[in-house]
């Protein structure tokens, strides 16, 4: 897979980063819309966006106003002003605090997300996308080349302009694979940015600006690892709106649904497990894994979904099946709402969408027994040769056994599952008349008129089986029905992000090899030297590739008078750049020079020269190959520039370099292609 300090906020202007202004900066550019990149989409979930980013301004205009108006506070000694300072805090804290409501409603705007067809299925609970500023590469970029490698920043533009734009079209993706392509390929690009232009000791003074999804507080950094934290959670965000926009009455927007779901899990999983101490809530330990059981709560209602679909058979162990599924529902939205009602994240998380959680878990609680009557009174009593194989179900289906008869009598006595099947029946109705009371509870569900058709046709559903079984002359009391065993067919999958299907090409190819060309590696000056070819050759010894490495060099020889030394790169042969160039073709160019000499460009990496640093870097370089093209991400920068690691978004151990890596030597895997020259 493709290979962060935390700032006081500071102010800027109004709208910054409005992604309104998207679709202005495609007009200004006059560029070529980038595939995947949507900004002139007027639907309803861009306008969707937009109001949530005009939000997100407003949010961070009221906080800086407040953090002024708290220093004033703390500042004065005036009684008279403290009193104006705490009458404009008040004032302030209470616009806050409208304009996080108006959000959460916004963040609770899920069938705007959901699919047109008519069919009726519960809606899912989709995440909007952070919003970020718009960042401007060209000049610190610039700046970086002229200085760290010594080339004319100003050769670069076009490529600077280019990874701008790409960062530009991230901001509005499509909701489709292209728009999922868009930011891996984004997400990709960065791991080159890192090692181009952020060098551990250094700060390149950049900040990336981005806005929590849920609160639209924003947050700051100089550390790239927040940028790549930040598009990984878009990156999940856009699969959890793919998943609610699929047509969940058919088989394959079922499965798609459920592919893109185990996507958007395994996308907040890896940012989980590879991110710590973030700086918004969104991107938090706890927050990230509610959403990673959200997601794989999903996941199972789609596959009840489409075991419900296929069921091809109303016999007693397909409705047991169907039971137990509900009951595996239920049982992990239970979960999922344990999550959300902890200290942490109970504040956080919209109210609507905890409702919607405890909703789903008692709907499908009711589900599971209703299902479980069906099988005990709708299904013929069991013949001796089906028995063994029904007893054997049944034995697994209840928490616990239900009282009365033995097994045996309960399956092939007609009364006895009635009797068993109305106590179900029972739990079922309280339960759905427990989900619609809660559902009542939330002004913004009670907007959702398909939530409540369900509902109110389940509730009305188990009503109408129970009034077909309820007898006059019942006079025993109806029974508590035990819980149902919960049960899967198809256990969800946490799919991590793929990184390598989309595959990107360095943007600042030019610069040479990443092994030598880093932002973590320093060298000398280039230096120009003119070789003569003596009678035993140029006198020295080439090894490996893209650079070609000067292995050795022989005392007294050719070389040796002119200044080239043992650890020197060639980069150059008679004005031809060569450091792309592979062994062969250096040589080729070595070999072709006539009585006038070559001129050979060549540069020494600081702190490589000598024989015995060679001979280490040769030893780990033994060790390394093979590795070169691990793009696992590391550390370094943040922790180094970190003043207060506490408020760091850094990468997680397990996301460390390995010390053996190739990456951390300063050249390339040694061939078996050293020869003397």
Known sequence: MMPPEEENLAGGGEGDGDSGLVLLQALKSGSTRKQGCDPFAQ??????????????????????????????????????????????LSYVNSNLQLLKEELEELNSSMDVYQN??????????????????????????????????????????????????????????????????????????????????????????????????????????RALAFEKGSVLFNIGALHTQIGARQDRAS????????????????????????????????????????????MVAQVQECVFEKMTL????????????????????????????????????????????????????EHFKALSHYFAAIALCDCPATADAELPEQE?????????????????????????????????????????????????????????????EVLSFAH???????????????????????????????????????FSQVKVTDLFHRLGPLSVFSAKNKWYPARRVHLMRGENGFGFTLRGDSPVLIAGVIPGGCAAEAGLKEGDYIISVNGKDCKWSKHAEVVQLLKSTGEEGVEIGVITLQGSEGPKAADKKAAAMSLGSGMLKSNKENSRKSLMNSKSASTLL????????????????PFTAVGDNEAMY
């Not at 301004?57 to 009684?79: D, V, W």
């Not at 004319?152 to 991230?170: V, W, Y």
């Not at 942490?344 to 609507?352: A, I, Q």
């Not at 009034?467 to 991590?496: L, N, V, W, Y």
């Open 43 to 88: 639907t309803q979930r861009s306008k969707l966006q937009h109001r949530r980013a005009r939000i997100n301004q407003q949010i961070n205009k009221e906080m800086r106003m407040r953090a002024g108006a708290e220093n004033l506070f703390r500042a004065t000694s005036n009684h008279k002003v403290k009193e104006t300072v705490a009458l404009e």
């Open 116 to 221: 047109d067809s008519e069919s009726i299925s519960v809606p899912m609970i989709p995440l909007g996308l952070k919003e970020t500023k718009e960042l401007d590469l060209l000049v610190p970029l610039k700046d970086f080349i002229s200085e760290h490698y010594g080339e004319e920043g100003i050769l670069f533009e076009k490529e600077i302009k280019e990874f701008m734009d790409l960062r530009q079209a991230m901001r509005t993706p499509s909701r489709n694979e292209a728009g999922l392509e868009l930011l891996m390929e984004y997400y990709n690009q960065l791991y080159f940015l890192d090692s181009r232009f952020f060098p551990p000791t250094k700060s390149l003074g950049v900040f990336f600006h981005w806005y929590d999804s849920l609160t639209g507080v924003p947050s700051h950094q």
């Open 251 to 294: 088989l394959p927007g079922l499965n798609q649904a459920i592919d893109a779901f185990q996507k958007a899990a395994g996308a907040f999983n890896y940012l989980k497990e590879n991110f710590s101490n973030a700086p918004s809530l969104d991107m938090s330990a706890a927050s990230l894994n509610m959403l990673v059981r959200l």
């Open 310 to 361: 296929l069921r091809s058979q109303n016999d007693f162990l397909t409705w047991l099946q169907l039971a137990q599924e509900a009951a595996r529902v239920e049982d992990v939205y239970s979960l999922v709402h344990q999550t959300m009602t902890q200290a942490h994240v109970k504040d956080y998380v919209p109210f609507s969408w905890t409702t919607m959680v405890h909703v789903k878990s």
């Open 392 to 452: 054997k179900a049944f034995i697994q289906f209840h928490v616990t056994m239900p009282e009365g008869p033995s097994l045996h009598v309960l399956l092939q006595d007609p009364e006895e599952r009635r009797k068993l099947g109305k106590a179900h029946l029972k739990k079922a109705i309280m339960k759905h008349e427990e989900a619609m009371r809660i559902h009542g509870l939330c002004k913004i569900l009670r907007k959702m008129d398909i939530l409540q």
């Open 460 to 498: 009305k559903r188990s009503l109408s089986k129970y009034s077909e079984i309820d007898h006059e002359e019942d006079f025993f009391e109806t029974g508590d029905a035990p819980d149902i065993h919960p049960k899967t067919h198809q256990k969800p999958e946490i799919k991590p992000p793929n």
């Open 650 to 665: 850094v990468w997680s151990k397990k996301s460390k370099r390995s010390k053996k890596s190739t990456y951390s030597i």
